[in-house]
């Protein structure tokens, strides 16, 4: 993309946060709603407040944590639930928290801490909560001139050409210090050279590292009706940007790379902006009679792009994809029917009512380039739920076998009633390897972490953390990729619980 082009795009996205998110709830009494839940449902802790702005400790070990296991497992997640007598309407509105699990051969040590977002700074300034949500605004709520005035930095964290980003999915990363966690402020792409910066630019939670360690990316701009996508080159410049104009726009939050294509799934959530809508999420409207539409995008050429259609479908996730010499692209995702985990569960959960939606189930996809046809078969067996599929990194965007992911078997439910089974499934052989967990552990994602010197797949471990409620302590645990049905073969405990976050990424070294 030329220079003109990119003030072109930047102009177009120039545009501030929809002033129908300004909207206000009439039940502000979520904070007693939700302590009052919480004496009924002790496990409701997960999606608790946090007490302070850092945490630091050294991990009580058990196990044999193995030697050459060394690295730092850097999560992110809504953590800052409340504040100034304000509680979030929505999971996904919460303050992120960066965090910092430090593996090596004396121990492993904890660290988390607060990023220090502009939404933070303004609103501990002000005394009181300032900015919309997702789901509702607060009291006397004020406008912003765009979407990193509110960006919370608490989705997902991106590691690239030794930058440490946390990342949302409206607005610009937020680069975090890797040594002590502080902020250092909003992360800008530009142009090698110093070029065009695209601050401000929508840069999704789920970037794909390509086979020759650059970085693609989405952001969709709602009241701009399109989609942008981006390549960062594996020394962290911007190489190209572009965009696909979408009508009607929805909310994509994944989507997958292949050697010659980027495939996203944009599901009938349809964006209606509304003067009196309440939170930016009750200004799209669910059409289960129109299709799930299938974006097709040439790498080589953005502007080059084909539509197909599924039937109507939601999907937070998924794990990975290839693309054969044929041009057929086989994917997996958890898929939902709806989207009611994110418009009714993650809202409902906030003040304390655990009232789930329709979960996902497991499929795999396929996609011919050339006969453009798509379809679609689910991979497990009916009653097994999942979510947060991850891959071994080393086997991104090109072809796969084995997928992590969370589970839960609606036949046996745990006692919180969510996730609570890690897994690592083959897909040529249909064998799912796993663990359930204690009902007193909520697991958060697992990461399949590589064995050095192992080949892609074999070997490595599987590594997550876990909420204990009855305890309120946080346990990271280590699997045997080999053996996951054998439970952890290593764990370390903090002495403190913090909410349940979203996603991370292990780090070598």
Same mark, same amino acid.
């Given at each position: 993309?030329?220079?003109?082009?990119?003030?072109?795009?930047?102009?177009?996205?120039?545009?501030?946060?929809?002033?129908?998110?300004?909207?206000?709830?009439?039940?502000?009494?979520?904070?007693?709603?939700?302590?009052?839940?919480?004496?009924?449902?002790?496990?409701?802790?997960?999606?608790?407040?946090?007490?302070?702005?850092?945490?630091?400790?050294?991990?009580?070990?058990?196990?044999?944590?193995?030697?050459?296991?060394?690295?730092?497992?850097?999560?992110?997640?809504?953590?800052?639930?409340?504040?100034?007598?304000?509680?979030?309407?929505?999971?996904?509105?919460?303050?992120?928290?960066?965090?910092?699990?430090?593996?090596?051969?004396?121990?492993?040590?904890?660290?988390?801490?607060?990023?220090?977002?502009?939404?933070?700074?303004?609103?501990?300034?002000?005394?009181?909560?300032?900015?919309?949500?997702?789901?509702?605004?607060?009291?006397?709520?004020?406008?912003?001139?765009?979407?990193?005035?509110?960006?919370?930095?608490?989705?997902?964290?991106?590691?690239?050409?030794?930058?440490?980003?946390?990342?949302?999915?409206?607005?610009?990363?937020?680069?975090?210090?890797?040594?002590?966690?502080?902020?250092?402020?909003?992360?800008?792409?530009?142009?090698?050279?110093?070029?065009?910066?695209?601050?401000?630019?929508?840069?999704?939670?789920?970037?794909?590292?390509?086979?020759?360690?650059?970085?693609?990316?989405?952001?969709?701009?709602?009241?701009?009706?399109?989609?942008?996508?981006?390549?960062?080159?594996?020394?962290?410049?911007?190489?190209?940007?572009?965009?696909?104009?979408?009508?009607?726009?929805?909310?994509?939050?994944?989507?997958?790379?292949?050697?010659?294509?980027?495939?996203?799934?944009?599901? %009938?959530?349809?964006?209606?902006? #509304?003067?009196?809508?309440?939170? =930016? /999420?009750?200004?799209? @409207?669910?059409? +289960?009679?129109?299709?799930?539409?299938?974006?097709?995008?040439?790498?080589?050429?953005?502007?080059?792009?084909?539509?197909?259609?599924?039937?109507?479908?939601?999907?937070?996730?998924?794990?990975?994809?290839?693309?054969?010499?044929?041009?057929?692209?086989?994917?997996?995702?958890?898929?939902?029917?709806?989207?009611?985990?994110?418009?009714?569960?993650?809202?409902?959960?906030?003040?304390?009512?655990?009232?789930?939606?329709?979960?996902?189930?497991?499929?795999?996809?396929?996609?011919?380039?050339?006969?453009?046809?798509?379809?679609?078969?689910?991979?497990?067996?009916?009653?097994?739920?999942?979510?947060?599929?991850?891959?071994? %990194?080393?086997?991104?965007?090109? #072809?796969?076998?084995?997928?992590? =992911? /969370?589970?839960?078997? @609606?036949?046996? +439910?745990?006692?919180?009633?969510?996730?609570?089974?890690?897994?690592?499934?083959?897909?040529?052989?249909?064998?799912?390897?796993?663990?359930?967990?204690?009902?007193?552990?909520?697991?958060?994602?697992?990461?399949?972490?590589?064995?050095?010197?192992?080949?892609?797949?074999?070997?490595?471990?599987?590594?997550?953390?876990?909420?204990?409620?009855?305890?309120?302590?946080?346990?990271?645990?280590?699997?045997?990729?080999?053996?996951?049905?054998?439970?952890?073969?290593?764990?370390?405990?903090?002495?403190?619980?913090?909410?349940?976050?979203?996603?991370?990424?292990?780090?070598?070294?």
């Amino acid at each position: 993309m030329q220079r003109r082009e990119f003030s072109k795009l930047l102009a177009l996205l120039a545009c501030p946060w929809p002033a129908g998110a300004l909207a206000q709830s009439g039940d502000s009494d979520w904070s007693g709603q939700f302590a009052q839940a919480l004496e009924q449902f002790p496990w409701l802790a997960a999606w608790g407040n946090i007490d302070r702005d850092h945490y630091r400790s050294d991990a009580v070990i058990s196990g044999r944590w193995p030697e050459e296991l060394n690295g730092t497992l850097y999560r992110t997640g809504p953590a800052g639930h409340e504040a100034y007598g304000y509680r979030n309407h929505h999971w996904f509105d919460g303050d992120g928290m960066v965090h910092a699990y430090r593996i090596g051969g004396d121990g492993v040590r904890h660290e988390a801490r607060l990023v220090e977002t502009a939404k933070v700074k303004a609103e501990r300034a002000a005394g009181r909560a300032l900015y919309p949500g997702l789901a509702a605004a607060p009291p006397g709520a004020v406008g912003s001139t765009g979407p990193d005035d509110q960006n919370p930095a608490n989705t997902s964290i991106l590691h690239h050409h030794g930058r440490l980003l946390a990342l949302w999915e409206a607005g610009s990363p937020y680069e975090i210090d890797p040594d002590d966690l502080s902020t250092v402020g909003p992360y800008s792409f530009a142009e090698p050279g110093g070029g065009s910066s695209m601050r401000g630019v929508p840069f999704s939670a789920h970037p794909r590292v390509d086979v020759d360690g650059s970085v693609w990316n989405f952001g969709y701009a709602s009241a701009a009706g399109l989609l942008v996508f981006w390549h960062i080159g594996a020394d962290g410049s911007l190489l190209n940007a572009g965009r696909v104009a979408v009508d009607p726009m929805t909310m994509p939050h994944d989507f997958v790379v292949t050697e010659r294509h980027l495939v996203l799934l944009l599901p %009938p959530f349809h964006y209606r902006p #509304q003067a009196n809508a309440e939170g =930016f /999420l009750n200004m799209h @409207e669910w059409r +289960p009679e129109d299709p799930c539409r299938v974006l097709v995008v040439d790498k080589n050429d953005l502007a080059s792009h084909f539509f197909l259609e599924l039937p109507a479908q939601w999907v937070f996730h998924f794990g990975n994809a290839w693309e054969d010499s044929a041009g057929v692209i086989r994917f997996d995702a958890a898929r939902a029917p709806d989207p009611s985990i994110m418009t009714e569960t993650f809202t409902e959960i906030m003040r304390g009512n655990p009232d789930y939606g329709r979960a996902a189930r497991h499929y795999g996809y396929r996609l011919d380039t050339r006969a453009r046809t798509i379809s679609e078969e689910a991979m497990l067996e009916p009653g097994i739920f999942t979510e947060f599929p991850s891959i071994d %990194p080393r086997v991104s965007c090109r #072809q796969y076998r084995k997928i992590v =992911f /969370l589970s839960q078997n @609606e036949a046996d +439910p745990a006692e919180h009633g969510t996730l609570n089974e890690v897994n690592l499934f083959d897909i040529e052989s249909g064998r799912r390897d796993y663990f359930r967990y204690p009902d007193t552990r909520i697991p958060e994602e697992h990461l399949y972490v590589p064995r050095p010197g192992s080949e892609p797949e074999t070997g490595g471990w599987i590594l997550g953390s876990a909420f204990d409620w009855s305890q309120g302590k946080q346990i990271l645990n280590l699997f045997d990729a080999e053996r996951v049905a054998d439970g952890p073969v290593a764990t370390a405990e903090l002495p403190y619980a913090i909410p349940l976050g979203l996603h991370g990424k292990f780090v070598v070294g």
